[in-house]
């Protein structure tokens, strides 16, 4: 009687358990996603788990993070959507997506000191006619994103300097023509709006940087026009596609300037923004009634832009005054005060343009064992009187990432993946030079190097 009373009692606590198990529900119908991931890993210099630009390598001078290795791992890139289907309006269907992930507000696409914090990634709402789309809220930029490298790479942060794309508030409108033509055009948020890692921002810690973006009253444009077909078989979800894109926009940079007797003025000039973009991807050999195994394909992007604020971080060259007199002596900018109004009144700036891309080739020896490689470089266009400048040596000219991995799909939900890459960055200019017996000699190298390996493994539901 006693073991009947407590098997009794222990299902009467087991029920409330059980009635919502399974019943997570919505006003409309909604399917909850993402997936659970885990890399760990070893890098030859001293970085964590988001290596963007290889350090300094070590001169007369050791530098700790190029004479160290460092361990690393990580769980913060767990993800969690919903994607909801409501009612039909105005003769589409409606959606609406939203996405977060454990990694915490980003700066410049690196986990930030919150890592491990939910916050969103993606907020959007969609209408879907027949032959055309609208697209309202936070996702990624249409110009230069070519996501063929979505889950199949290991570091989240590889391709960073190279356009892989930023998600950002917009409204987008696309139409599809003859089936296989497709323009988009729309209008998107080129400043920081989540609080941190903005460009030239006087609120970083606000949820709505205020910049020269902002300042300049004027919104950004998007756009896109593009090719896509199936009559070369696909792979997977891509088909053969190739884009031209790009962004227009303005920025507003003010200067400071005293003009004596206790008094300033503020002098300001909007500088252009733009950049252009063309993508593609090409099935070289498709697979075969849905079977992967033999299929090959190459993929990539390539870019020219001018002050792309948060389309291309972390290695954008920032816009600078054209007017600073460079001393041929000392290399270093003169000060603005003192300025006479005439000086002031022809305070001029300018922005270095940028220019780069990548390309990704994939095989697929099964249809659940593939590899992957990418090749990515960027370069600032920088005049060498701005590489000399003092406040400029920590400056990025260029950087090169090669990635190699080899991925294996155990089911449906569970993928595994070993990843290398080689990491080259130079910088604008030397930290300093020795004396004594080293005269001369640089303390840190312009250039560094670095290389990762690492495991993986996802968890897709």
Not at 439 to 451: E, F, S, Y
Request: hydrophobic share 40%; glycine share 12%; proline share 4%.
């Amino acid at each position: 009687m006693k073991k009947t009373i407590i098997i009794m009692l222990a299902l009467f606590l087991a029920l409330p358990a059980l009635s919502y198990a399974g019943s997570a529900t919505s006003r409309w119908d909604m399917t909850i996603g993402g997936y659970v991931k885990f890399d760990m890993g070893w890098a030859n210099q001293a970085q964590n788990q988001d290596i963007v630009l290889a350090a300094r390598g070590s001169g007369v001078s050791d530098n700790l993070a190029d004479k160290y290795g460092s361990f690393y791992t990580y769980a913060g890139e767990t993800r969690l959507n919903f994607l909801v289907r409501g009612p039909d309006a105005w003769g589409a269907k409606t959606s609406a997506f939203v996405e977060g992930h454990f990694r915490g507000n980003e700066a410049n696409g690196s986990a930030s000191s919150n890592a491990g914090t939910f916050v969103l990634r993606h907020a959007f709402m969609q209408f879907d006619w027949p032959s055309s789309k609208l697209v309202i809220g936070q996702t990624w930029q249409t110009w230069g994103i070519l996501p063929t490298f979505a889950n199949t790479m290991l570091d989240y942060n590889n391709l960073g300097p190279f356009l892989k794309g930023m998600r950002q508030p917009l409204v987008r409108f696309e139409q599809t023509i003859a089936k296989n033509w497709i323009w988009k055009l729309g209008l998107i948020s080129p400043t920081n709006t989540l609080g941190s890692g903005s460009v030239t921002n006087t609120g970083s810690n606000v949820s709505q940087g205020v910049d020269g973006y902002t300042m300049s009253n004027m919104p950004f444009w998007e756009g896109s026009f593009g090719w896509t077909s199936d009559k070369c078989g696909n792979i997977g979800p891509w088909q053969m596609l190739f884009a031209l894109e790009g962004f227009y926009g303005r920025q507003k940079n003010v200067a400071s300037v005293a003009i004596g007797n206790g008094i300033t003025t503020l002098q300001d000039k909007d500088v252009n923004s733009y950049g252009i973009s063309f993508k593609g991807f090409i099935p070289i050999i498709p697979e075969k009634k849905g079977n992967k195994a033999g299929a090959f394909s190459l993929s990539g992007m390539l870019f020219y832009t001018q002050n792309p604020g948060m389309f291309q971080t972390p290695a954008n060259a920032p816009t600078f005054n054209a007017n600073f007199a460079y001393n041929t002596v000392n290399s270093q900018t003169t000060n603005q005060v003192g300025l006479t109004p005439a000086q002031a009144a022809a305070i001029d700036y300018s922005t270095p343009t940028q220019y780069g891309g990548w390309g990704q080739l994939s095989y697929f020896f099964t249809d659940k064992l593939f590899i992957n490689g990418w090749y990515g470089y960027t370069r600032s266009n920088v005049s060498q009187a701005w590489m000399n400048a003092a406040a400029n040596t920590g400056a990025m000219v260029n950087t090169t990432q090669i990635i190699g991995n080899i991925m294996y799909d155990v089911n449906a939900a569970i993928r595994f993946g070993f990843e290398y890459t080689y990491y080259n960055t130079r910088y604008a200019g030397y930290t300093g030079f020795a004396t004594g017996p080293f005269a001369g000699q640089p303390l840190l190298q312009k250039d560094g190097t670095a290389q990762s390996f690492r495991v993986g493994a996802y968890y897709f539901f």
